[in-house]
C-alpha cells in the first residue's frame, strides 16, 4: 500500500505559489509581494542573528554521518544508554542535602553535582553529604566560582577515602568562568597541577568549560558556542606549554551547556559544539575517536520564572528533551521553584521525573540523535558552527578568551544581544507565557520554598532572567495591594457592544493583568458614566476599548469628558481611528507590539504605586 500514492509530490514552486497567495490576499493591486520578500517576512531571526527559515529541503550534498564518528555531530559516543541524571545540590544544610542526595539516587538519579561557594555548600562538607555515595557508580561532579580548589580537593579527598580508583566525575576548575562571573583576571598556571592530580582517576575530568554563566548573562547562542570553543582552546593551548599534551587535555575537559526552551536552537547547538570541537581536535592531530566532546546540559536559569512558576516545569521539559535528543552525556533539570529559592523535596522530585520520564518512557534515552538528517536540524546545526567559528576566529584575534574577557569584548557582545532581547520581551515579541502573556489572575507567589543564603556580589558580566522586568511590576502591584487592601485599578471604559469592543476589551484586560492591575469595566457607557465609574474606583487613568467605527462616532465625547476631570486618556488601538482632536485628549494607545513593560511601569507610577 502507498499511503501519498494518490497525490502528486509537491515542488518548490508549488508551495511558493500558496505562500504567496496567502500573504497577497488583501494587498492592493500593485502592491503584492515577490517571492523573495514573502520568504524574507516568514524567516525568523533570533536575537544574535540566527535565522530560521520557513521551509527547509534537503540538499543535494547533505552528509548525515554516524553517531560515534568525526566529527561526531550526531554524538560523541556511539551507545545508545540514557544520559547521567545528576541533579544539582546547593544547600549548606548538611543533614538536609545528604538526604536529598540519597532521595536523588535512590528514585532514578543515577549521578551528582554539588555547588561549593559563600552562597552554596561548604567545601569541608562536601565528604560528609556523599556519605554512603558510590562514586563508581554514581558520578560526582563539583563546581564553584570563587573556591574552586577547595571544592576539587574536597572530592579528591572523598575519592581518596573510597579507595576506589574507578571513582568518577568532574573537578570543576575552570578559572574562565570566574574571571567572566567576578571580573578578575583569568589565572590559569595550575590547570596542569588538576590535571596530575585527576590522573589518578581515568573517569574523571579536572576541567570544566561552563558557559552557563553567560546564558545567565542572556548571551545568544552564537555566542555561547563560540565562547565555550574559544575557552576550551586557550586550555589546550595553556596545558601545553606545562607539558600536558592536547590529546590528554581533550580527555580532561567537561563542557557544561545551557538548554533552552527553544528546542530547535538548544538542539542544534548541542550537536554545533561537538563538531566545532571535533575540527579543534583535528587540527591540534587529537586522535579521531578523542576529539569527542562530553557535555553536561543544564536547563537555563535565566528562562526560569517567579511569576506561575509551574509553567517552567513546560520550559523544562523542553529544555531537558532537547539535550537528550541533542545527545549529552551528563543532565541537570533546574525544578521550578529554582527562582525563589533553594527546592524543596517536591520540586525536586519533579524536576528529576522529567528526566526519567523523556529518558525511560519516551525513549529519548535510547535514540542515538534522532535528529540526524531533519533538515532544518542539520541546516541550524551547519549555520550555528559556521557563525561560532567566525566568532571564535574574532576572539582569537584579540588575543584568546582570557583577553576577550579582560579587555571587555565579552561584555560588550553580551549586552548587544541582551539589550535586543530586553526589547523583545518588553514588547512581546519573545511571549513568557504566564509572566508577559496570558497572565493567571490573583495568582499567589509559592511560599513553599527554602530561602537562599545571601548571594556575594561580583564586578562580572552579570544577571538577566528573562522574566525579571516583569515580575517587578507585578511585586510593586501585590506591595500595594497588600497595604491599601486593594489592587491598583483603572477604569476600563468599553464602547458601544460586546461585538464592537470584545477582542480590545479581552487584550486590555490581559495585558493589565500582566501588571498586576486591576480594572473597574463599565459597558456601553456614556461620558458622564464614565467619569463616575472613575470616582468611584478612586482612580485616575481611564482607557477606552472599541471598535474603529464606534470610535469615530463615541471616542472623542468620552475622552474630552474624562480629561475635563482631570483624568488620563488611553486609547485600545490608534489614535487615527477617532479623527481629529485626538491627540488633545488621548495620552497613549495602547496595542500589540507595544512596549508593554515601560506602559505598565508608567501605569503604576501614575496610580502612585510605589517603586
Known amino acids: 500500500m502507498v499511503l501519498a500514492g494518490d497525490f502528486e509530490t509537491p515542488t518548490m514552486q508549488d ?13 492592493a493591486p500593485g502592491t503584492e509581494l515577490t517571492i523573495e520578500q514573502a520568504r524574507k517576512r516568514l524567516t525568523y531571526v533570533g536575537v544574535d542573528g540566527v535565522e530560521i527559515d520557513p521551509l527547509y529541503v534537503l540538499p543535494d550534498d547533505q552528509v548525515v554521518g554516524t553517531p560515534g564518528v568525526t566529527p561526531f555531530t550526531r554524538g560523541s559516543d556511539p551507545a545508545t544508554l540514557p544520559w547521567v541524571v545528576a541533579q544539582l545540590h546547593e544547600d549548606p544544610d548538611v543533614a538536609r542535602t545528604t538526604a536529598a542526595i540519597h532521595d536523588e539516587l535512590h528514585a532514578g538519579g543515577t549521578g551528582v553535582w554539588l555547588r561549593v561557594d559563600t552562597d552554596a555548600m561548604s567545601a569541608q562538607d562536601v565528604g560528609k553529604v556523599l556519605t554512603g555515595v558510590k562514586p563508581d557508580i554514581a558520578p560526582v561532579c563539583v563546581s564553584s566560582i570563587t573556591q574552586q580548589s577547595e571544592a576539587a580537593d574536597a572530592l579528591l579527598n572523598f575519592f581518596a577515602g573510597e579507595a576506589n580508583d574507578q571513582a568518577a566525575g568532574n573537578l570543576g576548575i575552570d578559572p574562565m568562568a570566574q574571571a567572566a562571573v567576578t571580573g578578575e583576571a583569568a ?160 520540586s525536586r522530585r519533579i524536576a528529576r521525573n522529567i528526566q526519567l520520564v523523556n529518558g525511560e518512557e519516551a525513549h529519548v534515552g535510547r535514540v542515538k ?21 567566525a566568532r571564535v576566529q574574532e576572539i582569537e584575534a584579540l588575543g584568546g578568551m582570557s583577553a576577550a574577557l579582560a579587555g571587555g569584548k565579552v561584555a560588550e557582545w553580551i549586552k548587544e544581544t541582551c539589550d535586543e532581547r530586553c526589547a523583545r520581551l518588553a514588547t512581546r515579541k519573545i511571549p513568557l507565557t504566564g509572566v508577559s502573556m496570558f497572565p493567571k489572575e490573583d495568582e499567589a507567589p509559592l511560599t513553599d520554598f527554602i530561602p537562599r543564603p545571601a548571594a556575594p556580589t561580583y564586578g562580572g558580566i552579570g544577571v538577566c532572567r528573562d522574566s525579571a522586568a516583569f515580575e517587578v511590576l507585578r511585586d510593586r502591584a501585590r506591595t500595594y495591594e497588600k497595604k491599601n487592601k486593594t489592587k491598583p485599578t483603572v477604569v476600563l471604559a468599553c464602547l458601544g457592544d460586546r461585538r464592537d469592543f470584545g477582542a480590545r476589551e479581552q487584550f486590555t484586560q490581559n495585558l493589565l493583568l500582566v501588571g498586576g492591575i486591576g480594572f473597574a469595566q463599565i459597558e456601553g457607557p456614556t461620558p458622564q458614566q464614565i467619569v463616575d465609574e472613575a470616582k468611584k474606583a478612586g482612580t485616575s487613568m481611564v482607557i477606552l476599548a472599541s471598535s474603529a467605527s464606534v470610535y469615530a462616532e463615541q471616542a472623542l465625547d468620552a475622552a474630552k469628558a474624562a480629561k475635563d476631570a482631570g483624568l488620563t486618556v488611553w486609547l485600545a488601538g490608534k489614535k487615527t481611528e477617532i479623527g481629529d482632536g485626538a491627540d488633545a485628549v488621548i495620552d497613549g494607545e495602547i496595542f500589540d507590539g507595544m512596549d508593554v513593560v515601560a506602559f505598565l511601569g508608567d501605569t503604576l507610577d501614575s496610580l502612585g504605586v510605589a517603586k
Open 369 to 389: 540523535d534522532p535528529a540526524g538528517g531533519a533538515w532544518t536540524f542539520e541546516a541550524l546545526t551547519e549555520q550555528l558552527a559556521e557563525k561560532a567559528w
Open 15 to 27: 508551495w511558493d505559489r500558496e505562500v504567496l497567495k496567502a500573504l497577497n490576499k488583501r494587498r
Open 187 to 346: 589565572d590559569l598556571s595550575g590547570l596542569s597541577q588538576w590535571v596530575r592530580k585527576a590522573g589518578s582517576y581515568p573517569n574523571c575530568r579536572a576541567l570544566t568549560v561552563d558557559v552557563t554563566p553567560y546564558d545567565n548573562a542572556s548571551c545568544g547562542d552564537i555566542d555561547q558556542l563560540a565562547f565555550a570553543i574559544a575557552t576550551g582552546i586557550e586550555y589546550v593551548r595553556e596545558l601545553d606549554e606545562q607539558g600536558v599534551d592536547a590529546e590528554e587535555a581533550f580527555d580532561q575537559i567537561l563542557f557544561r551547556v545551557a538548554v533552552t526552551a527553544d528546542e530547535f536552537l538548544s538542539i542544534s547547538r548541542v550537536r554545533a559544539l561537538r563538531r566545532l570541537w571535533a575540527r579543534v581536535g583535528e587540527v591540534l592531530n587529537v586522535p579521531e575517536a578523542k576529539r569527542g566532546a562530553m557535555q553536561h546540559a543544564v536547563t537555563s536559569w535565566r528562562i526560569m520564572s517567579k511569576d506561575d512558576p509551574w509553567v517552567n516545569l513546560l520550559r523544562t521539559t523542553v529544555g531537558a528533551f532537547s539535550a537528550g535528543v541533542g545527545g549529552v552525556e551528563i543532565m541537570t533539570v533546574l525544578p521550578h521553584d529554582t527562582a525563589y529559592g533553594l527546592p524543596t523535596k517536591f
